[in-house]
Nanobody
Framework: QVRIVESGGGSVQAGGSLRLSCTAS????????MGWFRQAPGNKREVVSC????????YYADSVKDRFTISRGSAKNTLDLQMDNLKSQDTAVYYC?????????????????????WGQGTQVTVAS
């Protein structure tokens, strides 16, 4: 059974930084992509950033490009999201997720429906 645990959420002033981390255990896929999503009240869950199994060429949503940095650990089961210059519109619950790459180790999904395993979420609140 896959278990994903996120940490690092909290409250910060606009312009500040936070670092989110997640660790996956019990993964039986031989290769898998991982991503960070977020969901604000009343909104759909949206991709923030994702990265393939080889951890090359990550994807960033336009709204976070040049402010957020995703990184994947060498053991492949950890995922971090460094969030700088945070804005009030970044306030949301952030989720770490993963899915089987089926051999496409440069690919990462940009839709929530592509992911099969999810963490419980961590709240990020940015005060303006």
């Amino acid at each position: 059974q896959v278990r994903i645990v996120e940490s690092g959420g909290g409250s910060v002033q606009a312009g500040g930084s936070l670092r989110l981390s997640c660790t996956a255990s019990g993964v039986t896929f031989s290769d898998y992509y991982m991503g960070w999503f977020r969901q604000a009240p009343g909104n759909k869950r949206e991709v923030v950033s994702c990265i393939g199994y080889r951890a090359w060429n990550p994807y960033y949503a336009d709204s976070v490009k040049d402010r957020f940095t995703i990184s994947r650990g060498s053991a492949k089961n950890t995922l971090d999201l460094q969030m700088d210059n945070l804005k009030s519109q970044d306030t949301a619950v952030y989720y770490c997720a993963l899915a089987d790459s089926h051999g496409a180790d440069l690919y990462c999904g940009q839709l929530a429906t592509e992911y099969t395993e999810w963490g419980q979420g961590t709240q990020v609140t940015v005060a303006s």
